[in-house]
């Protein structure tokens, strides 16, 4: 097996929103981020009905509200990749392009993510058509590995260029890119992103169990929580 291909490559992968007949749009990774922070997080839920006018609580009534009110919270998930760019060792696939340019097509592709997808319709529209709703961004799935397939929204890119030709476009660059998963009411009209974070679901639960089912062995060292 070539070294080409002997491992998987990430990817972002994009359509949009509502109209899944749009052609998806991949960028593979040349290089896989050699780290992956995440991060993940419980929203506090909604104090119940009556509580917001109570005058007065104990310091520990609070505590046991706030306790109570994470646990029926919404989970967020966030994490962060740096993305790497290297004209010299630019992937095959691309090598057609136009050198000048050096690696600014790559890092205008991944910008692109970030604007709102234009339709067939639109494009062929003289611009008299009546009020229209607003375009929606594209729905990117990050793409790692074939258990983690998650639709995602870019929440910021910070790009930095630190080599030029003479044309003046970077030839090598480092993008930190900011990521927020979405949740199930964020895709529900959209059936590969839903279906992609029901499969991720499904890959962690059985990853977890596999833990589990390895260490019920142990399970007898340690008190009963029942």
Same mark, same amino acid.
């Given at each position: 097996?070539?070294?080409?291909?002997?491992? $998987?490559?990430?990817?972002? *992968?994009?359509?949009?929103?509502?109209?899944?007949?749009?052609?998806?749009?991949? *960028? =593979?990774?040349?290089?896989?981020?050699?780290?992956?922070?995440? !991060?993940?997080?419980?929203?506090?839920?909604?104090? =119940?009905?009556?509580?917001?006018?109570?005058?007065?609580?104990?310091?520990?009534?609070?505590?046991?509200?706030?306790?109570? %009110?994470?646990?029926?919270?919404? $989970?967020?998930?966030?994490?962060?990749?740096?993305?790497?760019? @290297?004209?010299? @060792?630019?992937?095959?696939?691309?090598?057609? $392009?136009?050198?000048?340019?050096?690696?600014?097509?790559?890092?205008?592709? *991944?910008?692109?993510?970030?604007? =709102?997808?234009?339709?067939?319709?639109?494009?062929?529209? %003289?611009?008299?058509?009546?009020?229209?709703?607003?375009?929606?961004?594209?729905?990117?799935?990050?793409?790692?590995?074939?258990?983690?397939?998650?639709?995602?929204?870019?929440?910021?890119?910070?790009?930095?260029?630190?080599?030029?030709? %003479?044309?003046?476009?970077?030839?090598?660059?480092?993008? %930190?890119?900011?990521?927020?998963?979405?949740?199930?009411? @964020?895709? $529900?009209?959209?059936?590969?992103?839903?279906?992609?974070?029901?499969?991720?679901?499904?890959?962690? !639960? !059985?990853?977890?169990?596999?833990?589990?089912?390895?260490?019920?062995?142990?399970?007898?060292?340690?008190?009963?929580?029942?």
């Amino acid at each position: 097996m070539s070294p080409e291909l002997s491992y $998987l490559r990430g990817a972002f *992968i994009a359509s949009a929103t509502r109209d899944e007949s749009l052609r998806s749009r991949v *960028i =593979p990774f040349r290089f896989n981020p050699e780290s992956l922070a995440r !991060q993940l997080t419980v929203e506090a839920g909604q104090s =119940p009905a009556g509580t917001q006018g109570a005058a007065a609580r104990s310091a520990t009534d609070a505590a046991a509200e706030t306790s109570a %009110d994470a646990a029926m919270g919404a $989970l967020k998930e966030s994490f962060s990749v740096q993305i790497r760019l @290297d004209f010299a @060792d630019r992937h095959e696939s691309v090598s057609n $392009l136009d050198e000048q340019y050096g690696v600014a097509p790559e890092i205008a592709a *991944i910008e692109d993510l970030l604007y =709102p997808v234009e339709t067939d319709a639109e494009a062929s529209s %003289d611009g008299s058509d009546g009020v229209r709703a607003r375009r929606a961004r594209p729905t990117v799935l990050f793409v790692w590995g074939k258990k983690r397939v998650l639709p995602v929204r870019i929440a910021s890119l910070q790009i930095n260029e630190s080599v030029f030709n %003479d044309q003046l476009n970077p030839v090598r660059a480092e993008i %930190d890119v900011a990521l927020e998963v979405l949740g199930e009411a @964020d895709v $529900l009209d959209t059936p590969g992103a839903r279906s992609a974070l029901e499969h991720t679901s499904t890959s962690r !639960q !059985q990853l977890a169990q596999m833990y589990y089912e390895n260490t019920a062995s142990q399970s007898s060292n340690y008190p009963s929580l029942g």
